[in-house]
Every structure is written in C-alpha cells, then in structure tokens.
C-alpha cells in the first residue's frame, strides 16, 4: 500500500466519497435513506427496517457516520433511555443524491 499514488487533483473528491462509502455503502445508504425519510430514528425502529442485521453491526455503522459528520445522536434523559438519530446538515445535504440513487434504481432495476 505504500506505493500507492496520491489521487488526481480531479479524482481527490470522489476519494473522499469512497473512503466515506467504502464496505459499508449497502447498509450506510439505507440507514441515511430511513433516517432521511423519518426524519429521526431511534436504534431499535432502524434495526427493524433494515432486517437481518446484528446489533454490533448496526452500531458500527451508525458510530462512523456520526464520525463522519452525517447523523447525530440524541439521548433523552428518561429511563430507560432513548437515542434518537437524524441527519446533520451534512447529511440532509446528502438526500438529494438519495433521491437520484432511488429515481435511478426506478429506473433501471425494476
């Protein structure tokens, strides 16, 4: 990996996308696409959306894109306690990429 070449100037954005995507971009769309469409999401209504999927997965995946500045994570002060995802701006800047992704699979993959 060391010899790698640093991307074109050009390419540097869509580097940055993929580094964001990469491995996880089957599952990463799909929460981003329900917290979208809900517009906050606790854990347990995610986890049944999406189906088979394990916890730890799950978490994984919704702590990167806090990480990567995508959702948030809200907790309720209440017992028990509640966390309640959305999206930041970040992320609502992200939904009309979601939208051409779904128009697209309309589209072509129906």
């Known amino acids: 990996m060391g010899n790698m070449k640093a991307p074109l100037p050009q390419c ?3 580097v940055r996308v993929q ?10 769309i799909l929460i981003l696409w ?3 469409e809900y517009e906050a999401q ?11 999927i394990t916890q730890s997965t799950l978490t994984k995946q919704l702590r990167e ?6 959702i948030s994570r ?7 306690p509640k966390v309640e995802y ?10 009309p990429i979601l ?6 699979s309309d589209t072509h993959l129906m």
Do not use: C
């Open 74 to 80: 809200y907790i309720y002060q209440e017992a028990p």
């Open 65 to 70: 894109l806090e990480q990567d500045g995508f």
């Open 86 to 95: 959305s999206l930041t701006g970040l992320g609502k800047s992200f939904i």
């Open 34 to 36: 329900y917290i979208a």
């Open 12 to 14: 540097a954005a869509m």
């Open 99 to 104: 939208k051409d992704m779904k128009s697209w």
């Open 19 to 28: 580094n964001i995507l990469s491995g996880k971009w089957k599952i990463t």
């Open 42 to 52: 606790r854990f347990g209504e995610l986890r049944r959306r999406l189906g088979d």
